[in-house]
T-cell receptor, first 115, second 114 residues
Framework: DSGVTQTPKHLITATGQRVTLRCSPR?????VYWYQQSLDQGLQFLIQ???????AKGNILERFSAQQFPDLHSELNLSSLELGDSALYFC??????????????FGEGSWLTVV | AQKVTQAQTEISVVEKEDVTLDCVYE???????LFWYKQPPSGELVFLIR??????QNEISGRYSWNFQKSTSSFNFTITASQVVDSAVYFC???????????FGAGTRLFVKA
């Protein structure tokens, strides 16, 4: 158990819909990361937050957005869903984002299936 | 630009065999960190090891060992006496100093047959 909690674990939804994935970081971790793992793209970095502020952005679609709340939990919002958005979405956390040697710990992921 | 290459897409071994997973990375930075993660069939990602670029000592942890060679930009992972429970996808990853994202390789899927 990494200490990072993600909900829901599994989600099936229809195209065009909107979903929200939730992440609670490990206790004491201020930085949260979101990754998408799809069959054809491997593991892709989406976005990172540190203490409530966006810190870095990767290959995140405009239909997707995220935020980190004052209690440090984070949500990833996926809208206008397409079949290609079906993937495993990971949340990860670390103590701080810089001093890059900080290990990031991953949650168990949220399986999203768009039908 | 940074890049991580795991050339082995899939490896299949019989239990008790030793297996080495290759990882080659590219970066122009002199300070960076390398990681290995395991993804078992259940899907979660499990941290295995972190290595910084100034520490080239090989590391052994039980049946796992890692060989870091800066001269060849490689950070290979060996499982000794493999077991069925080692069946998983293994990811090698790179992060450079000041970088906010971790670059992952495509992963190597390891099948260990009984």
């Amino acid at each position: 158990d990494s200490g990072v909690t993600q909900t829901p674990k599994h989600l099936i939804t229809a195209t065009g819909q909107r979903v929200t994935l939730r992440c609670s970081p490990r206790s004491g971790d201020l930085s949260v990361y979101w990754y998408q793992q799809s069959l054809d793209q491997g593991l892709q970095f989406l976005i990172q937050y540190y203490n409530g502020e966006e810190r870095a952005k990767g290959n995140i679609l405009e239909r997707f957005s995220a935020q980190q709340f004052p209690d440090l939990h984070s949500e990833l919002n996926l809208s206008s869903l397409e079949l290609g958005d079906s993937a495993l979405y990971f949340c990860a956390s670390s103590v701080v984002p810089t001093g890059s040697g900080n290990t990031i710990y991953f949650g168990e992921g949220s399986w999203l299936t768009v039908v | 630009a940074q890049k991580v290459t795991q050339a082995q897409t899939e490896i299949s071994v019989v239990e008790k065999e030793d297996v080495t997973l290759d990882c080659v990375y590219e970066t122009r930075d002199t300070t960076y960190y390398l990681f290995w993660y395991k993804q078992p069939p259940s899907g979660e990602l499990v941290f295995l090891i972190r290595r910084n670029s100034f520490d080239e000592q090989n590391e052994i942890s039980g049946r796992y060992s890692w060989n870091f060679q800066k001269s060849t930009s490689s950070f290979n992972f060996t499982i000794t006496a493999s077991q069925v429970v080692d069946s998983a996808v293994y990811f090698c990853a790179l992060r450079v100093t000041g970088g906010f994202k971790t670059i992952f390789g495509a992963g190597t899927r390891l099948f260990v047959k009984a």
